[in-house]
Structure formats: structure tokens, C-alpha cells
């Protein structure tokens, strides 16, 4: 049996998903800012019950190690490595806006651009192609800065339409439709453990003690 835990905090969602030999056994999910520090650990506590599972059963802990939140990250970060070092599991860094991407379930061949919002009307945002298996390749990205910015570093063109998600999408697809590029903006999709545990159990692990979250 191969066991992993995700965690989501690169936001103001803090969410937790534990996955089993490849399937999502139980996620749980609150959407409240400033809320991780307090809440983080219970949720940990409580997909290990529902699933019946100890931290000791953990193969491996994936994190959302960034970009996003600076307090949420480090949140996010430093529990998976209290886990990781405790028990023994591997902790493995999941990109944020992948795992993002991931939740979008779009169809291969799809143009996916995940965007979280930054201070001062600024954005986090990074371009994905999905796989025929369902996952989003990184294709430019990720970058941070006005959306005009991101929009050039990401060198999106006009030949196709983009779907665009997350919470920073709407500032976005303002520069999108100036600069006439179609889209579609999927403002429900939020960020999600589960995603976070899937990439996981595809992403390559690194030493609990070196690893720092990626602010860009």
C-alpha cells in the first residue's frame, strides 16, 4: 500500500488529502483567510481518521511549495516537514499553480493558464498544456507582476483559446481580451490537496531539511 498526504496552502484555501495506492480516499477543505496556522493540523488529524490510517502509515508528504502566500507557505511547508521528519515519509514539493492547473480536469490538449492574485493588483500565473493522461505540462512560467507583465513572459498568441483558473484569473483575462487572445475563465475551480497528492505521486522527492518554499 503506498499512502500520501497532500497539503494545499499556497492560498487562502487550506486543504488536506490523503490518497491510497493512487486514489483519493479523503480530502477536506477550508476556504478562510489567516486561518492555516489554526486549522492545518486538525485537518491533518482528521483525513487520517476518516481514513482509518496512523502518520506512521505515510509513505510520503506533497506539499504546495509555491508560488502563493508567504505565511500560508510557510504554513503549508513547515508542517509537511514536522510530518516528514517524524514519521519518516519522503516530503515532495508540488508547484502550486500545477496542482491548480490539475484541478481545472481539463481535456488533453488543452491550454491552461493558473493564476493566483498578488498584492498591489499583481499576479502569480504560469501556462500548462495537459497530457493525454490528463496532466498539465509546464510550458512557460510560472512569473509574477502586473497581468500585462505575465501575459508577455507567458508569450501567449491568438491561435487557440485558453482556459484560464484560479482566484487571480479575472485580472488576467482583462489583459486577455484586450490583447484579443480567446478564453474561457473558469473562476470555480480553487486549489486542492487532492491535485497536490496526485502530482505527488509523479514529482521526485528532496531532503526534509533543505527544502524552503519557492516564493519567486
Known amino acids: 500500500m ?6 494545499e496552502t499556497a492560498t487562502d ?8 495506492d493512487g486514489a483519493v480516499l479523503c480530502a477536506v477543505s477550508l476556504d478562510r483567510p489567516r486561518r492555516h496556522a489554526e486549522r492545518l493540523v486538525p485537518l491533518m488529524r482528521e483525513v487520517l481518521r476518516i ?13 504546495s511549495a509555491g508560488p502563493g502566500s508567504y505565511t ?3 504554513i503549508g511547508v513547515s508542517a509537511a516537514k514536522g510530518v516528514a521528519l517524524a514519521t519518516g515519509a519522503q516530503i515532495v514539493p508540488v508547484p502550486s499553480l500545477q496542482a491548480l492547473a490539475l484541478a ?5 490538449g488543452t491550454r491552461v493558464v493558473a ?3 498578488a498584492r498591489r493588483a499583481e499576479v502569480y500565473a504560469a501556462s500548462y498544456r495537459v497530457d493525454s493522461d490528463g496532466f498539465p505540462v509546464p510550458v512557460l512560467g510560472p512569473a509574477a ?4 507583465e505575465v501575459l508577455s513572459a507567458l508569450a501567449l498568441d491568438g491561435t487557440a483559446p485558453v482556459l484560464v483558473v484560479g482566484e487571480g484569473g479575472r485580472l488576467v483575462t482583462e489583459r486577455l481580451g484586450g490583447a484579443g487572445i480567446p478564453f474561457v475563465w473558469d473562476s470555480l475551480t480553487r486549489p486542492a490537496a487532492s491535485a497536490v497528492a496526485r502530482l505527488g505521486r509523479v514529482s521526485v522527492p528532496v531532503d526534509v531539511e533543505q527544502f524552503e518554499p519557492y516564493y519567486l
Open 2 to 7: 503506498s499512502v500520501i498526504l497532500g497539503i
Open 115 to 117: 493564476a493566483f492574485g
Open 51 to 63: 481514513g482509518g490510517l496512523h502518520p506512521d502509515d505515510l509513505d510520503a508528504v506533497a506539499v
Open 72 to 74: 500560508g507557505l510557510r
Open 13 to 20: 484555501v487550506c486543504a488536506v488529502a490523503l490518497e491510497v
Open 104 to 108: 481545472a480536469n481539463a481535456a488533453p
Open 145 to 148: 507582476g502586473t497581468p500585462m
